[in-house]
């Protein structure tokens, strides 16, 4: 898409959706949405739950989500479809990091 569309939806899909999952959203975003997402053709999920401080990176294979890797804890991931950032994942937990550079 070169310009933001002049009408009030947008009917293309995305490439990548973060989910973040909730006890009173987890069965929504798992069982609901994802069959949508695959239906519509969002290549990339990921599904973050903070309470279990896990990090499920899927991909779109056929019409179903194939699990890449599920990251956990405090480690630093790279994650497709952006493996060229690092994501740090106390960051996404809330956890303060430790002062310096790496």
Do not use: N
């Amino acid at each position: 898409m070169s310009r933001p569309p002049r009408t009030a939806a947008i009917t293309l899909a995305p490439d990548w959706v973060c989910e973040v999952l909730s006890p009173s959203t987890r069965v929504l975003d798992q069982a609901v949405k994802l069959p949508v997402f695959a239906r519509e053709g969002v290549r990339h999920v990921w599904l973050v739950d903070p309470e279990a401080r896990t990090l499920e990176v899927l991909r779109l294979e056929g019409k179903r989500y194939t699990l890449l890797v599920a990251h956990s804890g405090p480690a630093h991931v790279r994650a497709e479809p952006f493996e060229a950032l690092e994501l740090e994942l106390p960051f996404l937990w809330g956890e303060e990091q430790g002062g310096g550079t790496r």
